[in-house]
């Protein structure tokens, strides 16, 4: 980012949208970079008030995208894409897991559990393939067990969508551990048919993914990389 001259005869203002709106267009800031006002003031000598009003209308723009609770970002289709998805199968998820709850068979237990024990070992071998076939069959079971077949249809719609996203927060340090003691937590409370714990796991399991790919994405693109001189 470069300083903004005391003596320049634009707008404050707008001279900081066009340094911002330059540096995103360049691939200076590229897509999925998180955009800190406090950072962005500094590098540019201004104070944080512009700067907001900057991210503001970029967002009108649709340059940047402004996340609930996590803050303004380089606008990408993926962060857009992650957001409506999870927002959609969380809702989803959540409300198979509650009726799962209610109406799951003895036999579907213990095919959860056998896609967990799977699952284990796929882990253990960090073959990512087999790990997302045998998480899409795990949840395969609780939409099956829901006994709602429109909850079904519209979580098929989504299945290539969420599969591609899955599959990126995967290999971050420590996620496949937390999603076998998540997993575990989601069978053992439709097992104990306790609606209110099914729920509430699959909103732990959901919101943890979610979390863990946005900060994938943000690690990814903090640091832009360097370009080469010609």
């Not at 404050?12 to 955009?35: H, K, Q, T, W, Y």
């Not at 056998?114 to 990512?128: C, E, G, N, P």
């Not at 429109?150 to 290539?160: A, E, K, P, V």
């Amino acid at each position: 980012m470069r300083q903004i001259p005391l003596d320049t005869y634009k707008p404050l203002r707008e001279v900081v949208i066009e340094n911002i709106r330059d540096a995103i267009l360049s691939g200076d800031f590229p897509a999925g970079m998180r955009l800190t006002e406090l950072q962005l003031a500094d590098e540019m000598g201004v104070s944080r008030t512009p700067i907001r009003e900057a991210i503001r209308n970029l967002e009108q723009e649709g340059l940047v995208v402004m996340i609930p609770r996590r803050g303004a970002y380089v606008a990408d289709v993926s962060i857009h894409d992650i957001n409506e998805v999870y927002e959609i199968r969380t809702a989803l998820e959540t409300l198979a897991a509650g009726l799962a709850a209610e109406r799951i068979e003895d036999s579907e237990i213990e095919e959860m559990d056998k896609y967990l024990i799977a699952t284990r070992t796929y882990v253990s071998r960090l073959d990512y393939a087999k790990i997302v076939e045998m998480d899409t069959a795990f949840h395969d079971v609780i939409y099956k067990a829901s006994r709602n077949k429109r909850c079904m249809n519209i979580i098929s719609t989504l299945r290539q969508q969420i599969t591609s996203i899955r599959e990126r927060s995967m290999p971050y340090p420590g996620r496949l551990d937390e999603m076998l003691l998540e997993h575990r937590a989601i069978v053992d409370a439709i097992a104990q048919r306790d609606v209110e714990k099914a729920q509430m796991a699959v909103k732990t399991h959901m919101e943890n993914a979610e979390r863990t790919l946005l900060r994938v994405i943000e690690e990814q693109h903090l640091v832009p990389t360097k370009k080469h001189e010609p």
